[in-house]
């Protein structure tokens, strides 16, 4: 009766360790089941991070050529303005050497004419009271 009942504990002492292995191992199964998981899960999101960044980054680039095209345009068309300015400058030099030039020439006519008159005066004043 004794080896009856301690077979019947035995037994049960053996179905019970062996539940509890298959528990464990059912656990760590889940547990690795529950890791792989996590690792997918956080995979995915570093790649749906990696993917935002790539188009954060993109739109960055795409920002700073736009602006340095516009920037590249206005320089030109500052460039093109200076070149006309230069130009007309150029233009209104010439103009005012050659007004400069009339003037000059003008002056000296004026000059030469009011002293041949002078010295007409001068010659007939002298020629008066000689």
């Known amino acids: 009766a004794v080896n009856d009942e301690e077979l019947k504990k035995r037994i049960a002492e053996e179905l019970a360790l062996e539940r509890a292995r298959r528990d464990s191992e059912a656990q760590k199964r889940r547990l690795k089941e529950e890791k792989m998981y996590v690792r997918d899960e956080f995979g995915k999101l570093l790649e749906r991070e990696r ?27 500052f460039a093109r303005q200076l070149e006309e300015k230069e130009r007309e400058l ?17 002056s000296a006519q004026f000059y030469k004419v009011t002293t ?6 001068a010659d007939e004043v002298s020629s008066r009271f000689k």
């Open 51 to 77: 993917i935002s960044s790539n188009e954060h980054l993109t739109r960055a680039i795409l920002r700073e050529r736009a602006a340095t095209e516009e920037e590249r345009q206005k320089a030109q068309r």
């Open 116 to 121: 041949e008159q002078y010295q007409k005066a």
């Open 90 to 106: 150029k233009k209104h030099d010439a103009y005012y050497k050659e007004q400069l030039a009339r003037l000059e020439e003008r």
